[in-house]
């Protein structure tokens, strides 16, 4: 998935310990940072972003890459 398809908002998932998480993007990290308990390392050029999971509340920091859209709606949000 590209990065610039990704905006905060956007309902995703992400595949973790064997499961699949469903979450919201939050943030769009893209400097160094410190997030979801740990060092992030981030650029205008490889950005990650900062999920909030549904089923726990916890946040998470995945590339573009880890991140799948998960539903129809970020389609007709995008249309708005």
Do not use: C, F
């Not at 398809?5 to 939050?26: F, K, P």
């Amino acid at each position: 998935m590209e990065e610039k398809e990704l905006r905060v908002g956007d309902e995703v998932e992400w595949n973790s310990h064997g499961s699949t998480v469903t979450g919201v993007v939050e943030e769009i990290l893209t400097a160094d940072t410190e997030a979801a308990g740990r060092t992030v390392r981030a650029s205008e050029d490889d950005p990650q972003y900062r999920v909030r999971s549904d089923s726990s509340g916890s946040d998470a920091v995945h590339k573009a890459g880890a991140l799948r859209r998960h539903s129809k709606r970020n389609a007709d949000r995008r249309n708005t």
